[in-house]
């Protein structure tokens, strides 16, 4: 079941089911859609609300709001309302529900869920879109199952017609996880949990001033009754010393590996240390490890001051993240497409996550499979509840286990490898640095960090890297390293001398398309330089996301989640001003994507790129559309341009335009965001991101290594396969090579020629009540995405 393409059409918009079934706009009417969201509140569940709001609305359908969750359903009345396109305006960037939640014991017995069918029958409501947790999608589920024999007890006394009876004789359910633990098996990530994670490091980032500052240990207790995902995330983009999580017990001789991990880091220099236990943690034996148990050892055995912090609701709290808010929009929008195209004997279904794409997964199926999980950990069967977590998890435990081993044995005569920036700063060179260094140290193996990218690599300006000198480096932004653009072309013989004099077998360069680049130019130089002949690895590492072979790349995360704060405090400004647009120009170079995705996240009317040509009618018919809004009684508009979307019309044009087009209607302020995009900290995803990347790279590194070696203890590598680019493509890592990739690459806008965020322009718009129409073909459009995923793989 793959992702639909929401792609309007130019004579009749609509958009695109996943079979590729054409729902054209306005064509749902007479269907009644429902949400509510239930159990605990999670950040992004109001971007999901919306998505399904505006969704329905768009194809046609009456779509309402249950207040107070299941318990609203049961009591009724006016807890269910229909909702408007504008009763959702101004709710994406907050946290929590904005249509509560609640704990419903009536809807667990068969008299509370017969009041709920009433309602919902007197309304009309046939579809539901359940926005919880497993228990809640669960008696989501019961409910639908329930469905025909609640309605023949209804009509048995009289409370519905035969007439409701008939018409609403099938019920329709869609789930969407919102948990911030990321308990649910069957989706990558669940709606809150990113956020959460957020609220985690900007804590430990707070504290880690003051414990470096008294020489302390922390002991942050972070949410995860049943799952230890905050919290192994957590560690590994906190540099955290220490991890309990419920999945993964401690040997029983913890006590003495902790204190030992612990007093090892302080003789090497170490002022502070980080332990991070999810609130479920236990030990073999299923007993539970307290934060204050954890507390006493280190006192005891160490004598060091030790404090304990418990986050509790904390971690629920604060606006969503980027990331959550545009997984709500894509999930909600999904959500209403699933409900349309349903059977009366289809079963019901979950939206989820799967590496780039919303896709649909058997819902009880995914409920099993979550309850598995704690069936095995009953058993005891620790390898089985990790597996049963996902490949995600699995990695992020063995990559924690990789970085936090005791201690790195000395040098045995391993390897030589480099690490160089090639390109723009951006937020998790650093935590990819630092997962480098200590892999490879830790195998034995001899690092050197090359300053200043090119430049300082022809000067000599190379530092032999040891363990500590990565200490801390994970959540700091920019690059310590050092970075300039300058590519290699004119330094050939140069650089092929300094790999020669330090003995260098192996590099790593981590940065932008200038790092794509350079690898390239060197890996075509092999034949003149067989000094290149050795193993090169790209990690793409730009705000821009413009690198081809890969959907992601490091730093277009904080990016994404610098842009949407910044937009939100710039609407906020106007908080006393009614009717107010903000044009606002993004980075990106001639790429869209900040400014696409940034759209999503914000709840943008519009957001101009290179990638989707404009002329003077559309923006006029989107000046028209604003001034409409705002005699709906919108009351602040948010327009989106990219640096490079057009020569001629400008962020300064958009800004005249708008304000002379406006004059009466609504005023115009205009912002250059700048380099505040590329971040000061790096979010949680950039950081985790660039430590699995980098261990990834020295796992192929040293394959290619033992490959390519003479007998003389020599390397020589020429093929494509031993100069790539890791990417993620969908939810793989893929070594690419970079000779391979050049037919892929629009060298002069330095972008990719495909790009799988451009499929979310259709529901940028849709979601933003844009009337503008698309000249791109649907066929077209899957074929050249069909080619791509061809190519890459």
């Not at 194809?59 to 609203?72: D, N, R, T």
């Not at 912090?309 to 209403?336: K, N, Y």
Request: aromatic share 8%; net charge neutral; charged share 25%.
């Amino acid at each position: 079941m793959s992702n639909p393409i929401l792609q309007a059409q130019p004579s009749i918009p609509g958009v695109q089911g996943k079979e590729g079934k054409f729902i054209a706009r306005g064509t749902q009417r007479g269907k009644g859609i429902a949400v509510f969201t239930s159990g605990g509140d999670a950040q992004g569940m109001n971007g999901a609300v919306r998505a399904v709001i505006r969704m329905g609305i768009y194809l046609g359908a009456k779509v309402y709001f249950i207040k107070e969750g299941y318990q609203g359903m049961v009591d009724g009345g006016d807890n269910v309302v229909e909702a408007s396109w504008s009763s959702v305006s101004g709710i994406i960037h907050k946290g929590g529900t904005v249509i509560g939640s609640a704990r419903c014991k009536d809807f667990r017995e068969r008299p509370g869920r017969l009041k709920a069918a009433k309602n919902l029958v007197k309304k009309n409501i046939t579809n539901l879109v359940c926005i919880g947790g497993d228990g809640s999608l669960t008696g989501a589920n019961l409910f639908r199952v329930e469905w025909s024999s609640l309605l023949d007890e209804l009509l048995s006394t009289g409370e519905i017609t035969k007439e409701e009876r008939d018409t609403c004789a099938y019920l329709n359910i869609v789930g969407m996880v919102g948990s911030i633990d990321n308990d649910f098996c069957g989706t990558d990530m669940t709606i809150g949990t990113d956020s959460a994670l957020h609220r985690i490091i900007e804590a430990i980032d707070a504290i880690v001033a003051t414990a470096y500052s008294h020489q302390r240990t922390f002991i942050m207790e972070v949410m995860g009754r049943h799952c230890g995902y905050l919290a192994l995330v957590a560690a590994l983009a906190s540099e955290a010393d220490f991890v309990f999580i419920p999945e993964w017990p401690p040997e029983p001789n913890w006590p003495e590996t902790l204190c030992k991990k612990l007093a090892q880091e302080r003789a090497m220099g170490q002022r502070l240390n980080i332990i991070i236990v999810a609130e479920g943690a236990i030990d073999r034996e299923g007993q539970p490890i307290t934060a204050e148990q954890i507390r006493k050892v280190v006192v005891d055995q160490l004598k060091q001051d030790t404090r304990i912090t418990v986050l509790g609701h904390v971690q629920r709290g604060g606006s969503p993240s980027a990331f959550d808010r545009i997984l709500g929009c894509r999930m909600g929008a999904e959500a209403v497409l699933a409900l349309f195209e349903m059977k009366p004997d289809s079963e019901a279904v979950v939206v989820s996550l799967d590496g780039n794409q919303a896709v649909r997964v058997p819902l009880m199926a995914c409920v099993e499979k979550t309850k598995a999980v704690a069936a095995a950990m009953a058993a005891k069967e620790w390898e089985k509840a990790v597996e049963l977590r996902g490949r995600s998890f699995v990695r992020n435990l063995e990559t924690y286990k990789m970085l936090t081993r005791l201690r790195p044995p000395r040098s045995v005569g391993g390897f030589t490898m480099a690490v160089v920036h090639i390109g723009a700063p951006a937020c998790g060179m650093n935590a990819a640095v630092r997962s480098f260094v200590r892999n490879c140290i830790y195998r034995g193996d001899t690092v050197y960090g090359i300053h200043d990218g090119i430049e300082g690599f022809i000067e000599g300006n190379i530092q032999k890297l040891n363990w500590s000198d990565v200490n801390g480096w994970v959540g700091q932004g920019g690059a310590f390293l050092g970075t300039k653009r300058t590519l290699p072309e004119k330094y050939l013989p140069q650089i092929a001398e300094k790999l020669k004099v330090y003995g260098i077998q192996g590099l790593l360069v981590i940065g932008g398309f200038e790092a794509y680049q350079a690898v390239q130019q060197l890996a075509d130089a092999r034949a003149e330089y067989p000094m290149f002949c050795i193993p090169m690895i790209v990690i793409p590492s730009t705000i821009s996301n413009n690198v081809p072979g890969t959907d992601f790349s490091l730093g277009c995360d904080t990016a994404l989640n610098e842009i949407s704060e910044i937009c939100d405090r710039i609407r906020q400004s106007a908080q006393g001003t009614k009717r107010r647009v903000f044009v606002i120009e993004t980075m990106g170079g001639y790429c869209g994507y900040l400014c696409t995705l940034a759209g999503l996240a914000g709840g943008a009317d519009a957001a101009y790129i290179l990638e989707e040509p404009f002329r003077i009618k559309d923006l006029q018919e989107d000046v028209l559309h604003m001034s409409s809004k705002m005699a709906e009684g919108v009351q602040r508009g948010l327009i989106l341009r990219n640096e490079n979307a057009n020569a001629n019309y400008t962020t300064d044009f958009l800004y005249r335009l708008y304000s002379e087009e406006g004059k009466n209607i609504f005023s115009t302020r205009m912002n250059v965001l700048g380099h505040m995009q590329q971040g000061g900290s790096p979010s949680p995803f950039d950081r985790n991101m660039g430590t699995k990347m980098a261990a990834k790279c020295v796992e192929w590194m040293i394959r290619k290594l033992e490959e390519g070696r003479n007998e003389d203890g020599s390397i020589y590598l020429d093929t494509p396969d031993s100069a790539v680019l890791l990417g993620i493509v969908r939810r793989q890592y893929c070594f690419t090579p970079v000779q391979h990739l050049r037919e892929y690459t629009d060298y002069k806008h330095r972008i990719p020629k495909f790009q799988w965020w451009l499929k979310l322009r259709p529901l940028l718009r849709i979601l933003a009540k844009h009337h503008a129409t698309y000249e791109e073909d649907v066929e077209v459009l899957l074929e050249e995405n069909l080619e791509e995923e061809n190519a890459i793989s």
